[in-house]
């Protein structure tokens, strides 16, 4: 475990360092160590003791409160840390809501994450189910990629301080993820849409119109609320 942890500090010392155009001489040399010993530190070889990167943040001129959040969030997204799952709530972060935009295409579903999530992160899944499951590893993968490239990751971000939450954008895909739940002839008796309207929409045979969408999805909602104030 600590030989992967100081690997993993060691890669982001060097992503930080090269991203500042600084070699492992000039880091060395204003450290009174060699060049050989920065780069057992960079490769993970070498035990990073506080002062060391103290000394290497100072080098750099980079900041160290920065620097060890970075360390923290990247340790963490490889799984080498004992997260704690309260650590959110410590540091007061609210929970972010990240829209997760759901089209049906072909045989399967399409989607996309939000705008508060930065760079495009689009993915395809056969079921709903699946595409729950591929919406938080693709974004754990997108999360790690930008850590790896040394670009500035929130901390909501990092510390999966989030919630997704899904916008179902036609007819067919609202359709094909609550068919298993309620019937056709269940959502026309709401919404007054007829059955055979419905089925067309279901089986892709027809588009329906954003009116016709916001419908169905008014009337999912209204029978859900319903249910759910049944008590047994």
């Known amino acids: 475990m600590n030989q992967k942890r100081r690997k993993r500090i060691g890669d982001l010392l ?38 060391d990167l103290i000394g290497y943040c100072e080098q750099l001129g980079a900041d160290l409160p920065k620097i060890a959040a970075q360390i923290e969030s990247y340790l963490n997204a490889y799984g080498l840390l004992h997260y704690r799952p309260d650590m959110k709530y410590q540091r007061g972060l609210s929970i972010v809501r990240i829209r997760v935009d759901v089209s049906w295409c072909e045989h399967g579903f399409r989607a996309s994450l939000g705008e508060n999530v930065p760079g495009v992160v689009a993915f395809k899944a056969y079921t709903f189910e699946e595409l729950q499951v591929e ?98």
Not at 28 to 51: N, P, Y
Not at 160 to 168: N, W
Not at 190 to 207: F, P
Request: proline share 2%.
């Open 14 to 51: 060097s992503l930080e360092r090269k991203n500042r155009k600084v070699s492992q001489e000039d880091v060395a040399c204003k450290l009174g160590v060699t060049q050989e010993q920065i780069a057992k530190l960079e490769s993970g070889k070498r035990r990073i003791e506080v002062v």
């Open 135 to 232: 919406a938080e590893n693709r974004l754990d993968l997108h999360v790690k990629d930008m850590l790896t490239k040394g670009e500035e990751v929130d901390l909501w971000l990092r510390d999966k301080v989030y919630e997704f939450e899904y916008k179902l954008k036609d007819a067919i895909s609202l359709l094909k993820v609550y068919s298993p739940y309620l019937s056709l002839a269940a959502i026309s008796r709401a919404s007054g849409i007829s059955q055979s309207q419905l089925s067309l929409y279901a089986n892709g045979k027809k588009k329906a119109s954003p009116h016709q969408v916001e419908r169905i999805a008014a009337t999912i909602n209204q029978i859900g609320k319903e249910l759910m104030a049944v008590v047994p």
